[in-house]
C-alpha cells in the first residue's frame, strides 16, 4: 500500500465542465460567480474594499452533529489563514458544503447557528480572498499549496533526528496535505485526475495513530524497529491459508489476520485497529521476556502466544467445564498454522472484548458469544460444510458493517438497559429488576445455550417486563428434552419447538442470589460467625452457672451435659439459616437449578428434625448417665455418657468431615474445583454449584498463620468475656432472682412475671451487646501487635528523619544498585534473596559509593524537587552530586552531608595537643568530615593550578605543597605547621573563591593583594620552616633575574604582573565544571547550616526520607526496562509488563483558572490561601521563576505559571497528571542509566541534545507506559465550550504521551430527525489539537449503572500492556517512587502462596493532613488503614481487597473476569471493592506492597469528611446486601471469614451494636427506674452486690470512647516517626478533641449503615475538593446533621436526665459517673461538634449572619424547584426519602422503634404529683387526654391563622388570647384542686416531648396513608416546630459562648495547632482578608 500523497496532475489546459463543479471556478471567466450564490440562491455580498485581514474561525466549539466530519477542514484553515488564505477559504467552504448536505434542514442543535455564522464568513471572503492568490485559479492554488506540503514530508519523512520544530512542522504538513487531497478529490473532475488511493477518511486520518503506526508510512518511528514488535506484526499479518477474500466481497487480499476477522463477522473498522495495536504489544512486550536459550524465533513467538492463550482463555475453558461443553478453541497439528489460529482465537476475543460496551461487567455472556463465534471461525478455517444448509459454514451474523454491534451487543444491551431503567435511580427495590451480575449468572447455567446461535431473541432471557402470575410454565419435561438433545444442535438454537412451549416470554427473575433489605442478611452470610458466638456465650453462661473455675472441670458429666445443650441451640439456629434461604432466594427460584430447590428442602427437613430429636433425647436422658471407670492413675477418671451425648456425636459427623478438609486444604480445593461426577455430586448437598467461590483455599503454612491469629484473639475474647463480662454478673443475677418485688411505682402490665425477669434483661442486655461487639476490639488489639512486628521486621521506619538519613546515605549506593539496577546475569538475580539481615550488615565498598548510576538518579530526583518548588536553589546546590569526576579516588558527597564538617575539622586541628596520627584518627572517624577535608585541600591545589600561570609562583606554591604533604607523610604536620593561624587561612581563602565567583577583571589587583596576603600567612604565620620557602624564592630569583632584593620585597612584587606578563588568569575561563568546583569549594568552606535543616521542607524530608527507607526493604530485583511488565495508567487504570494507568474524571477541576484564584466569594482566594499554607513553596516559586510577587508575575503574563502552581498544590486533575507521568520519566532515565557503559552517559543525560537517543528513549516508554484519563463528559465540554475541555486539552499538549478517552454524544439526521448517537473516543494532542484516534460506535449511553465504574469501562478498551493501575484524580506520584515500579511489577511473576498475585495493594500517603487538626486526624486514620490495616489483611489473613486506587491489576486476568469493577447501581456503590471480591472468588491472589507508595488527597473538612464517611457506610451496608458477601462468607474456612467479616462489614455492624448498647442500657435502666425496680433492688440488696453489678454495668463504657480501635494508629506513627513522637501526636490528638471527631464520626457511621440497610437510599455524595478552611453556616450543619447526630443526641440528653432525676434518692453520684460517663460525651459530642470544628464558628459576626440564615430558611416554603439548602420544606421531603421507598416491614421496623419514645410518658406520668401516687391504668389514658387536647389548641391557633389573620387580624390575636388565658387558667386550677406544681410541668414536658417526637416517626411511616388527610398538613406543622425548637437549644449555648473572646481564639488554636507548629498565617484566612503579596 502507498502511503504517500501523490496526486496525479491534473490536465490544467482542459478545465472541467462547469456543470460537475459550479461551486470553483477554474477560468478567469468563471471567476465573477459568487461562491456562495450557487448554493443560497441568494445574491453574494459585494466585495469589501480594502487588503484581506486574516481572522480566525473558531474550530473546536462546534454542534455535536457536525463536529467529527467537518473540524479538520476548518482546523486547517485556520493554519493556512496567514500562508494561503485562499486556500483557508476553499476549505472552510468545502466544511460547509458537508455540513449542509449532513442536515440541510438544520434540524441538529446548534446546526443552523452554526451555518449562518460560517456563510457570514464565507460571504466576506468570497472576493477578497481571491486577491490573495498566487495562481490564476482555485484549482491551481490548492494543487500548490498540496505541494509544498508534500514536497516537505517527502524532504523530512524517514528521518527521526530532526529537531523538534522540525518534527511539529513535519506533524503539520501531514496535516495539512491529508486534509487538501481531500478536498483536490471533490473538486477534481475525474478519476483519472488522482491516483488511486485508499478512502479519504483514512488519508484525512494520517498520524491518527495511538502507539504504533501500523497503517501509516512515512516517518519511520524508532518503536517500529524494535525487534519484538517486527516479529509480533509479522505474527499478525501472517495471512497464509485464509479463505479468499472474495468471499467476504472484498478486494484484493487480506492485509492481517484482524481485518479477516473484520470482514467474517462484522467488526468495526475502528475496534479492529484498536484491538490489533492492543495484540501486537501484548505479543511484542511477551516476545522480550522470553529467554534466550538458543531458542529459534518461531519457538519464541509460539511460547510468547502460548502464554497469551493461557491467560485470555483460561476463564473460558474453566467455563466450558463447569458445564460440560467442549472447547470452541480447536487447533491443527502443523505448529505454524495452529500459530494462525492461536492468534485468530485471540484476535477475535479482542474484538468481541473491544466492541461488547456494558456488556464487558458479563464475562461469561463474552464466553457464551465466543464460544459460538469461535465455533464458526473453525468451520471457515477448515472449510466446514453445514449439516442444515448443506453450504460452506459462515458467520451467522455475516460480516457487513457493524454487523456484530448491531445484532449481537444491541440485543443484551437492551436488556441490560431496560433492567437498569426499572431500577428508578436506585429506588427500586433490588429484587425487582436484574443487574450485571443476574444477567452474567444466567450464563452459568447450561440454559443458556438454550438462547441460541443465531440468538432467538423471544427467550425468556430478553424478557424486561415486570413479573406477573403467567397462566402457564414451561414444563419440566421439555426442559429435559431439550437437555437431551446433541450439544451440538443445542449450541446452535436448532432444538425442535413443541407446541407445549409455545408461549408469551416470562421475566426470569433474578440468578442464584436476591438482594433482600434486611439485617438478617448478616447473620445468613456469617451464620458459623453466629452459630459460634452464640453457642460460646451460652456455654460460657453454663459453666459462670456452675461456678467452673478449671477447664478440668468441664469433663463433669452434669457440667458436660448442660454445656452440650448448646448443640440444641446450633439445630434451631441451623434451621433458621434453611428458613433463611428459602426465603432469601424465593425470587430466583425461575432461575435455579433442580438440585439446589431439593438441596434447600432436604436441609430444611433435616435442620426439623435435630430441632425435635435433640430436646427429645436431652429431657429424656437429663442425668441418666453410663459410666466407665479409667485405668488408675489417669487423668479421666470415670467418665460417663448419655444417650443426649451419643446423639450429640451422630450431630456433629458432618462437621468432622469438614474439620479433616480444612486441615488438608489442597484435597479440599481438588474437591470444590474437580469435574468428577462423584465430586461435583458431594459438593451438591454441601452448597450451591456456583462457578465462582470455588478453590479458594489458601497454602497449609498461610491456613496455620491465620488459623493462629484468630485462635489468640477468640481465645483472649472468651477469657475475658467470661472473667469480666458473663462471670460477675451470675451472682447478682441471683440475688435479683430471690428479692421479690411486690410494688411497683407504675401500673405494671406483667405483674405475675416472675424472678424480676425484666430486671434481668435490663442487667444482661447492655452486656450481650458488648460481647457480640468486643471481638472487633480485641481484632484492633492484635492488628496493632502484627502489624507493628511485621513493619518491623521488614524495615518499615528504618530511616524515619534526616540525622538518620545522614547516617546511612554512605549506604544508599550499593542499596541502589541491588534494588533498581537489573543485575548482569541470572546468577546475579537469584543471588537478591529475601533475607531480614541482608540489608542491616551490607557493607559498601569505596569504590562504588558514589556510582555513576546512582548520581545521576539522585540529582534527577534532587532537580525534581527543584521544579516543584519543595527546595530553593541555594537547597539544590547543597543536596547535588557533582557529576564530573575531577578527582579519582576522592567521593564527592553531597554538600548538606558535610555541612559543618570542615569548620569542626579546624576547630578540632585548631584545639588539638597530641600525635599526629591521633588527630588523623580522630578526624577519620567522621567520613564525611575526612572527605570534606580531603576534597577542599585537592580542590584548592586544583584552582591555584590554572589561577597561577607564572613561572615564579608555580615554584612558590609547588614549593609549599611539597611542604604540606611531606609534613603529613612523616607525621610532622603538627610541629611544622601553627594549627592556630588555620581559622584565619579560611577566611582568606573564602575571600579568594568570592573574588573568582564574580570574575569582575577590575577585581585584578584585589585577587593579587588576596593571594600575597595568603603567601604571608602561610610563610610567615603558620610555617615553621617558611625561610627554606623564601629563600628558594631569592636563589631562584637570583637566578633568573640576575638581581638581589630583600624578602619583603619579594613578597610585595609577587603574584603582580611585570613586563607585560600576568602572573595570575583572571578572570578565570567559563567552564562549567570549573565554576561548578569553585562554587562548591565556597559552599564547603562557608556553610554552617546542619544537615537536619536541609530540605526545610516538611514534604521533601519525608520522601527523601521513605525512598532510602524502602531501598532496604524487601523487593524483587529490576528487570531491564526493555524487559519489564508493560503497564498502563488509567486515570482508571495501570500496567509495567508492559503497563497502563487510567484515571476516572467527571467535572472535578483540572486546573484552577485565574478567576477561581483570585476570586474570594466572601471568604479568601484561592491563591492567597495557597500562599499562607505553602509560604516555603511559594518563595521557591517566586526564585525560580525570578519575581518577587504576584504582581509582578500578573505584569509579566505569568498567568500559566501561577494557575499550574496552585493547582499542583490542590487535588486537581493536572496535578495527578503531572505526577503520573513520572513513571514515563523514570522509564526513560532508567534506560538511560542500562544503556552500556561508556564515557558520554553523564554528558547524555545532563545535556539531552541527541535526538537519536531521545527517540530511542521514547519508544521505549512508548512500548511500556500508556496513560489514559478517562475523561466521561471532555466530549459535551468541547461542544459547549467549558474552559474545562481546554484544560484537558493543554494536559495533552504538555503531555504528548498523555491519552484521553471520553464518550461522544452526537446526532445523526434520520429521517429529518436527530437521533443520538454514542461512541467511545480516544484522543491525543497533535500539534495544538486534540486528534480522534479511535471511535467505536456504542450500542447506547454506556452510563446505565454506578457513573464511575461505567467511565471506566468505556475507557479500559484503550489500554495496553499486562498491568493495569487505577487511579483516582485526587492522588498524585513522585519521581523516587516511580522508579520503583519495575520492582512491583515483579511479583506478578512470583507466587504468593498457592498462586501469583492478580492485585497488587500499595500504600498511600495522604498529603492533606499538614493544615487544620481535623485533616491531620483524618491523615493519620487513612494512614493506619493503608499500611497497618492492609499489611495485615494481606498477611497473615490473606482477605485484603481493591479498596480503591492506587492498586495495580494483572490487566489480562480481570479483562476475561469483569473488569476492575462492578457497575449495578447502588449495590455496587463502592464499586472498588467489589473488583477485589470478585477477583478473590476467582481464585485471584491480592497482595500488598509497602517499598512503593503514591500520594491521595483527603477531605479535611468535618463536612467534607461527614459526607465521604456517609458514603463508604452507604457502600458498606450494599455490599451487606450483596451476592459478593454472602458467597465469601459461605465459601471460606471460618478463621478465613472471621478476617473477612471484621475487615469488611462487621466493622460497621459492630459500631453500630455499640451504638446500640447504649440505648439498651439506658432504657433498660430507665424501665429500672421509671418502674420502681432498681430502688427496690438495690434498697434491698447488699452493697458487695451492687458494686459487683456496677462494675459488669461500667465495664461496657470503657469501650465509648473507641480508644483501642486507635492502637493501630499509634504503632504505625511509632514505626514510622518513632514511638516517642507517636507518644507525643497521641497526646496532642487528644488535646485537640481527637476523641470528639472519632466519637462523631462513629455516629455518621452507625446512622448511614443502619438506615440503608433497612431503606435504601445509598448514593454518591460529592464532597469537593477545594480550599476547606471556611466557616459553614448554622443551616448547612442542623441540615447534614440533624436526624443522624442531634435528634439521637437530644435523646440520649433526656434518658440521662431522667434517669439522673430518678435515681438520686438511692444511688451515688459516684456510681452515675462511673457508668454514665462515656454517655455524657458521647451526647455532648454528637449535639455540639459540629460548631467545635467549625471555622469562626464562636466569631460574633459569623453567628449573627448564622442565626437571620437559619430563621430565613426555616421559615421558607418549599415546592418544586427549590433546594433543600434554600427552604426548611424541601429539606424535610428530601430528608424522608428513603422512607417512600421503604417496604412494609421496613415500615413496620421503623414504627416499633418508635414506641420506644412512649415509655418516657408512661413511667413518668405516674410520677407527678398530680396522679397522687395513683397506680391506675387510667393515669396513662387522661395523659393522652392532655396530649389531644395540646394538639387541638394547636390546630385550633393553624386554623384561625388560615382564617382570621389576613382579613381579621384583631380577631385573631382576640382568639389567641382566649385560648391563652383558657390555658393559663386550667393550670391554674389544676395546681390548686389537684396540687399541680412546678416538677410536674417539668416532667410534663419531658413526658409529653418525647411522645409527639414518636408520633412525628409513626406518621412518617404512615404516610402513603395520611398524606391526603389534614393529618400530614398537621404533622409538617409539628415538625416544624421541633426543628425550630431543637436547633434554637443549639445554637443558645454556641451564642452565648461567641460573646466570650477566649473562646474563639482557643477554637483557633486547637483547630490549626498544626498551621501554628509551622509558623503559618492562619488569621487572615479566617477573618476573609485580602493581604498584599
Known amino acids: 500500500m502507498s502511503n504517500e500523497i501523490v496526486p496525479v496532475d491534473p490536465i490544467f489546459d482542459e478545465e472541467p465542465k462547469p456543470n460537475k463543479q459550479p461551486t470553483i471556478s477554474h477560468g478567469e471567466e468563471e471567476e465573477s460567480k459568487g461562491v456562495t450564490r450557487s448554493l443560497t440562491d441568494g445574491e453574494s455580498s459585494s466585495s469589501r474594499s480594502g487588503r484581506y485581514v486574516s481572522e480566525m474561525f473558531n474550530s473546536e466549539r462546534l454542534p455535536p452533529t457536525l463536529s467529527s466530519e467537518i473540524q479538520r477542514f476548518l482546523r486547517v484553515a485556520n493554519m493556512l489563514e496567514w500562508k494561503a488564505p485562499r486556500v483557508a477559504y476553499l476549505c472552510r467552504f468545502h466544511a460547509f458544503e458537508i455540513a449542509h448536505n449532513l442536515d440541510r434542514n438544520s434540524t441538529g442543535r446548534g446546526v443552523r447557528q452554526f451555518k449562518t455564522l460560517l456563510l457570514e464568513r464565507l460571504e466576506r471572503d468570497e472576493e477578497i480572498t481571491k486577491t490573495t492568490r498566487q495562481e490564476q485559479s482555485d484549482l491551481r492554488e490548492l494543487k500548490r499549496v498540496y505541494d509544498e506540503s508534500r514536497g516537505y514530508i517527502n524532504q523530512h519523512a524517514g528521518a527521526f533526528d530532526f529537531e523538534n520544530s522540525h518534527g511539529e512542522k513535519l506533524i503539520d504538513a501531514c496535516i495539512i496535505a491529508s486534509v487538501l487531497y481531500e478536498v483536490l478529490k471533490t473538486v477534481t473532475a475525474g478519476p483519472q485526475a488522482l491516483a488511486d488511493r485508499d478512502s479519504i477518511q483514512a488519508k484525512s486520518e494520517l498520524f491518527a495513530y495511538n502507539i504504533l503506526p501500523l497503517d501509516h508510512g512515512g516517518i519511520q518511528h524508532a518503536i517500529m524497529k524494535f525487534p519484538e514488535i517486527k516479529a509480533a506484526i509479522a505474527v499478525v499479518r501472517n495471512v497464509r491459508g485464509l479463505p479468499s477474500a472474495q468471499n467476504f466481497q472484498k478486494r484484493g487480499a487480506f492485509l492481517d489476520l484482524f481485518e479477516f476477522l473484520q470482514y467474517s463477522f462484522g467488526f468495526q473498522k475502528e475496534n479492529v485497529a484498536n484491538q490489533r495495536e492492543h495484540l501486537v504489544l501484548l505479543l511484542a512486550n511477551v516476545l522480550v521476556r522470553q529467554p534466550q536459550k538458543q531458542l529459534s524465533t518461531l519457538k519464541l513467538v509460539d511460547a510468547a502466544i502460548d502464554e497469551q492463550m493461557r491467560k485470555f482463555f483460561k476463564n473460558y475453558t474453566n467455563w466450558c467445564k463447569f458445564l460440560g461443553r467442549k472447547s470452541s478453541i480447536r487447533l491443527p497439528c502443523v505448529n505454524q498454522e495452529a500459530q494462525q489460529y492461536k492468534i485468530l482465537y485471540i484476535g477475535l476475543y479482542l474484538l468481541i472484548w473491544g466492541e461488547a460496551a456494558n456488556l464487558r461487567f458479563m464475562p461469561e455472556c463474552l464466553c457464551y458469544i465466543f464460544h459460538h463465534m469461535a465455533c464458526e471461525l473453525h468451520g471457515m478455517l477448515t472449510g466446514a460444510v453445514s449439516m442444515t444448509t448443506g453450504d460452506t459454514v459462515m458467520p451467522a451474523y455475516g460480516g457487513s458493517r457493524e454487523s456484530f454491534l448491531s445484532n449481537v451487543v444491541t440485543p443484551i444491551y437492551r436488556v441490560i438497559y431496560e433492567e437498569a431503567e426499572k431500577n428508578k435511580s436506585g429506588t427500586a427495590d433490588h429484587s425487582t429488576w436484574r443487574n450485571y451480575d443476574d444477567l452474567n449468572e444466567f450464563f452459568w447455567s447450561p440454559d443458556c445455550f438454550l438462547i441460541g446461535w443465531p440468538m432467538r431473541l423471544e427467550h425468556d432471557f430478553f424478557c424486561t417486563q415486570s413479573p406477573k402470575k ?144 435433640l430436646p427429645v433425647y436431652y429431657a429424656r436422658s437429663r442425668r441418666k448417665y453410663t459410666c466407665y471407670s479409667a485405668q488408675y492413675g489417669s487423668w479421666l477418671g470415670e467418665w460417663c455418657y448419655s444417650s443426649f451425648m451419643v446423639a450429640v456425636a451422630i450431630y456433629l459427623m458432618t462437621n468432622a468431615v469438614d474439620l479433616v478438609l480444612f486441615f488438608v486444604p489442597a484435597v479440599s480445593k481438588y474437591i470444590e474445583i474437580s469435574h468428577w461426577c462423584m465430586c461435583k455430586t458431594m459438593l451438591r448437598w454441601i452448597q450451591p454449584r456456583l462457578y465462582v467461590g470455588r478453590g479458594m483455599q489458601e497454602t497449609q503454612v498461610s491456613l496455620f498463620k491465620y488459623t493462629f491469629f484468630w485462635i489468640l484473639v477468640l481465645s483472649t475474647k472468651l477469657v475475658f468475656s467470661y472473667s469480666f463480662e458473663i462471670k460477675p454478673l451470675i451472682a447478682p443475677t441471683r440475688q435479683i432472682m430471690k428479692i421479690g418485688v411486690q410494688i411497683y411505682d407504675w401500673h405494671e402490665l406483667f405483674p405475675k412475671v416472675r424472678s424480676n425477669a425484666g430486671a434481668i434483661v435490663a442487667v444482661w442486655a447492655p452486656i450481650i451487646v458488648v460481647y457480640f461487639m468486643d471481638t472487633q476490639i480485641w481484632y484492633s488489639v492484635y492488628c496493632t501487635v502484627c502489624g507493628g512486628l511485621y513493619g518491623i521486621l521488614h524495615h518499615l521506619g528504618e530511616i524515619r528523619t534526616l540525622g538518620m538519613l545522614r547516617s546511612r546515605f554512605h549506604s544508599l549506593p550499593s542499596a541502589f544498585k541491588l534494588c533498581l539496577i537489573p543485575p548482569p546475569s541470572k546468577k546475579g538475580q537469584k543471588s537478591r534473596t529475601k533475607s531480614f539481615f541482608q540489608n542491616i550488615f551490607c557493607k559498601v565498598s569505596q569504590s562504588e559509593a558514589l556510582d555513576q548510576k546512582f548520581v545521576l538518579v539522585w540529582n534527577q530526583i534532587i532537580s525534581t524537587f527543584r521544579s516543584e518548588d519543595l527546595i530553593s536553589n541555594r537547597e539544590m546546590d547543597l543536596m547535588m552530586i557533582p557529576t564530573s569526576g575531577l578527582f579519582p579516588g576522592i567521593i564527592r558527597w553531597p554538600i548538606f552531608l558535610l555541612a559543618n564538617k570542615f569548620s569542626t575539622a579546624l576547630s578540632i586541628a585548631r584545639d588539638f595537643v597530641g600525635k599526629d596520627k591521633k588527630l588523623f584518627r580522630k578526624i577519620r572517624k567522621d567520613e564525611y568530615m575526612y572527605s570534606a577535608l580531603k576534597e577542599c585541600y585537592v580542590s584548592v591545589k586544583s584552582i591555584l593550578e590554572i589561577l597561577i600561570v607564572g613561572d615564579l609562583e608555580k615554584r612558590v606554591v609547588f614549593n609549599i605543597v611539597n611542604e604540606i604533604e611531606g609534613s603529613i607523610k612523616e607525621s610532622s604536620f603538627l610541629q611544622d605547621f601553627k594549627m592556630s593561624e588555620l581559622p584565619a587561612l579560611q577566611v582568606k581563602f573564602v575571600e579568594l573563591l568570592e573574588l573568582l565567583v564574580e570574575g569582575d577583571k577590575n577585581q585584578h589587583d584585589k585577587v593579587v593583594e588576596v593571594l600575597q596576603d595568603i603567601f604571608e600567612l602561610v610563610t610567615n604565620d603558620m610555617m615553621a620552616n617558611g625561610h627554606r620557602v623564601l629563600d628558594l624564592l631569592e636563589s631562584s630569583q637570583e637566578t633568573v633575574h640576575d638581581m638581589t632584593a630583600s624578602p619583603r620585597r619579594v613578597e610585595r612584587q609577587l603574584f603582580e604582573s611585570a613586563a607585560g606578563k600576568t602572573s595570575i588568569y583572571f578572570p578565570l575561563p567559563d567552564d562549567g565544571t570549573l565554576n561548578e568546583q569553585i562554587k562548591r569549594l565556597h559552599l564547603l568552606l562557608t556553610i554552617k547550616d546542619k544537615a537536619m535543616d536541609i530540605p526545610a521542607n516538611l514534604d521533601a524530608r519525608r520522601r527523601i526520607s521513605f525512598f532510602a527507607t524502602s531501598l532496604f526493604m524487601d523487593m524483587p530485583s529490576a528487570p531491564e526496562v526493555r524487559k519489564m511488565l508493560s503497564f498502563r495508567l488509567n486515570c482508571l487504570l495501570l500496567s509495567l509488563f508492559f503497563s497502563c494507568v487510567i484515571t476516572p474524571h467527571y467535572m472535578e477541576d483540572i486546573n484552577f483558572s485565574m478567576k477561581e484564584l483570585q476570586s474570594s466569594k466572601g471568604q479568601v482566594s484561592i491563591i492567597f490561601y495557597m500562599q499562607n499554607i505553602f509560604p516555603d513553596e511559594w518563595k521557591n516559586f517566586l526564585e525560580r521563576m525570578g519575581y518577587q510577587n504576584l504582581n509582578e508575575l500578573i505584569d509579566e503574563s505569568k498567568e500559566e505559571e501561577i494557575r499550574n502552581w496552585a493547582s499542583f498544590r490542590g487535588q486537581t486533575l493536572s496535578r495527578t497528571v503531572r505526577g503520573m507521568m513520572y513513571y514515563r520519566e523514570a522509564l526513560k532515565l532508567q534506560a538511560l542509566v542500562e544503556k552500556p557503559e561508556n564515557k558520554d552517559i553523564l554528558e547524555d543525560a545532563i545535556e539531552r541534545n541527541n535526538p537519536k537517543l531521545s527517540a530511542e528513549l521514547d519508544a521505549l516508554a512508548d512500548m511500556k507506559f500508556t496513560y489514559v484519563i478517562s475523561c466521561q463528559m471532555f466530549g459535551s465540554q468541547k461542544s459547549s465550550g467549558d474552559p474545562r475541555a481546554e484544560d484537558i486539552k493543554d494536559l495533552m499538549r504538555r503531555y504528548p504521551a498523555l491519552r484521553v478517552a471520553y464518550i461522544e454524544e452526537k446526532e445523526e439526521i434520520v429521517g429529518d430527525k436527530p437521533q443520538k448517537v454514542y461512541s467511545s473516543v480516544l484522543a491525543k494532542a497533535v500539534g495544538n489539537f486534540d486528534q480522534v484516534i479511535y471511535r467505536i460506535k456504542l450500542p447506547g449511553p454506556p452510563i446505565i449503572g454506578e457513573g464511575k465504574p461505567e467511565n471506566q469501562n468505556h475507557a479500559i478498551i484503550f489500554t495496553r500492556g499486562e498491568a493495569l493501575q487505577t487511579i483516582d484524580m485526587n492522588q498524585d506520584n513522585y519521581l523516587e517512587e516511580a522508579l520503583k515500579v519495575r520492582n512491583l511489577l515483579q511479583e506478578f511473576l512470583q507466587n504468593h502462596g498457592r498462586r501469583p498475585p492478580t492485585i497488587l495493594g500499595l500504600r498511600e500517603h495522604i498529603f492533606t493532613g499538614s493544615v487544620s487538626s481535623l485533616a491531620w486526624f483524618m491523615s493519620y486514620q487513612e494512614t493506619s488503614f493503608v499500611t497497618i490495616g492492609q499489611r495485615l489483611l494481606a498477611n497473615p489473613l490473606r482477605v485484603r481487597f481493591h479498596y480503591g486506587h492506587p492498586d495495580i491489576f494483572d490487566r489480562v486476568f480481570h479483562i476475561t473476569r469483569g473488569g476492575i469493577s462492578k457497575a449495578s447501581k447502588t449495590i455496587n456503590l463502592s464499586e472498588d471493592v467489589f473488583a477485589g471480591f470478585n477477583s478473590t472468588l476467582r481464585r485471584g491472589c491480592i497482595t500488598y506492597h509497602e517499598y512503593l507508595q503514591v500520594g491521595k488527597g483527603r477531605d479535611v473538612g468535618l463536612n467534607q469528611i461527614s459526607k465521604f464517611e456517609a458514603k463508604v457506610a452507604n457502600g458498606n451496608s450494599e455490599q451487606t446486601l450483596s451476592r459478593d458477601i454472602h458467597r465469601l462468607g459461605r465459601q471460606f474456612d471460618f ?184 454517655v455524657w460525651f458521647m451526647t455532648i459530642t454528637w449535639l455540639f461538634a459540629p460548631f467545635l470544628f467549625n471555622p469562626s464558628g464562636f466569631s460574633w459576626d459569623k453567628i449573627v449572619d448564622d442565626w437571620k440564615g437559619w430563621n430565613k430558611w426555616i421559615k421558607e416554603q418549599g415546592g418544586i424547584g427549590i433546594q433543600q439548602d434554600k427552604s426548611w420544606q424541601s429539606w424535610w421531603n428530601d430528608e424522608q426519602a428513603h422512607l417512600r421507598r421503604s417496604g412494609y416491614g421496613a415500615r413496620l421496623f421503623e414504627i416499633l422503634l418508635s414506641l420506644r419514645f412512649f415509655l418516657y410518658q408512661y413511667g413518668l406520668v405516674y410520677h407527678l404529683d398530680i396522679s397522687q401516687q395513683s397506680k391506675n391504668f387510667l393515669v396513662y389514658v387522661l395523659s393522652w387526654v392532655v396530649i389531644l387536647a395540646v394538639f387541638l389548641t394547636v390546630k385550633a391557633v393553624n386554623i384561625g391563622r388560615q382564617l382570621f389573620s389576613a382579613n381579621y387580624h384583631l380577631m385573631f390575636r382576640f382568639f389567641k388570647a382566649f385560648l391563652f388565658l383558657s390555658c393559663f387558667a386550667i393550670v391554674i386550677t389544676l395546681s390548686i384542686i389537684c396540687e399541680l406544681s412546678l416538677k410536674d410541668v417539668i416532667i410534663c414536658c419531658l413526658a409529653f416531648l418525647p411522645t409527639g417526637w414518636g408520633l412525628i416517626l409513626v406518621a412518617q411511616a404512615v404516610r402513603p396513608i395520611i398524606e391526603k388527610t389534614g393529618f400530614w398538613h398537621f404533622t409538617e406543622v409539628l415538625v416544624q416546630a421541633y426543628d425550630y425548637g431543637m436547633g434554637s437549644v443549639l445554637f443558645a449555648p454556641v451564642a452565648i459562648l461567641a460573646w466570650l473572646p477566649i473562646i474563639s481564639a482557643f477554637q483557633t488554636r486547637f483547630l490549626f495547632n498544626q498551621a501554628f507548629n509551622r509558623h503559618l498565617q492562619i488569621q487572615p484566612i479566617l477573618a476573609g482578608k485580602k493581604k498584599q503579596t
Open 1535 to 1718: 478463621f478465613r471469614m472471621l478476617s473477612c467479616y471484621f475487615t469488611t462489614i462487621g466493622f460497621y455492624f459492630s459500631s453500630l451494636i455499640s451504638v446500640i448498647g447504649i440505648y439498651v442500657f439506658l432504657y433498660g435502666q430507665l424501665y429500672l427506674v421509671l418502674s420502681g425496680l432498681q430502688k427496690a433492688l438495690l434498697l434491698e440488696a447488699r452493697m458487695q452486690n451492687i458494686e459487683s453489678l456496677e462494675t459488669a454495668l461500667a465495664s461496657q463504657s470503657f469501650i465509648q470512647l473507641g480508644l483501642l480501635t486507635g492502637l493501630p494508629m499509634v504503632m504505625e506513627i511509632g514505626l514510622e516517626k518513632g514511638f516517642l513522637t507517636a507518644l507525643k501526636d497521641f497526646v496532642l490528638m487528644q488535646l485537640q478533641l481527637a476523641a470528639v471527631f472519632f466519637t462523631f464520626s462513629l455516629g455518621t457511621k452507625t446512622h448511614y449503615y443502619g438506615r440503608t440497610i433497612m431503606h435504601g437510599g445509598a448514593k454518591y455524595m460529592p464532597t469537593g475538593r477545594k480550599v476547606v478552611v471556611f466557616h459553614a453556616s448554622f443551616t448547612e450543619n442542623y441540615r447534614l446533621y440533624s436526624r443522624s447526630h442531634f435528634v439521637k443526641g437530644f435523646e440520649l440528653l433526656l434518658l440521662l436526665v431522667v434517669y439522673d432525676l430518678f435515681r438520686r434518692s438511692y444511688q451515688s453520684s459516684m456510681a452515675y459517673v462511673l457508668i454514665t460517663y462515656s
Open 470 to 613: 403467567q397462566k402457564f410454565k414451561i414444563s419440566r419435561t421439555a426442559k429435559e428434552k431439550r437437555k437431551v438433545k446433541g450439544n451440538e444442535d443445542e449450541e446452535q438454537g436448532l432444538n425442535d419447538v413443541t407446541l407445549e412451549e409455545i408461549r408469551e416470554p416470562i421475566w426470569l427473575g433474578k440468578s442464584n442470589f436476591v438482594e433482600i433489605r434486611s439485617f438478617w442478611q448478616i447473620f445468613r452470610s456469617f451464620d458459623r460467625m453466629w452459630s459460634f458466638f452464640i453457642l460460646s456465650l451460652q456455654a460460657m453462661i453454663i459453666m459462670a452457672c456452675h461456678d467452673v473455675g478449671s477447664p478440668l472441670q468441664v469433663l463433669d458429666a452434669v457440667i458436660m451435659e448442660d454445656i452440650m445443650s448448646i448443640f440444641i441451640t446450633s439445630a434451631m439456629l441451623k434451621l433458621i439459616q434453611a428458613i433463611l434461604d428459602i426465603i432469601f432466594t424465593w425470587k430466583a427460584r425461575n432461575t435455579m437449578e433442580l438440585s439446589q430447590k431439593r438441596r434447600q428442602v432436604l436441609r430444611l427437613a433435616i435442620a426439623v428434625i435435630w430441632t425435635i430429636v
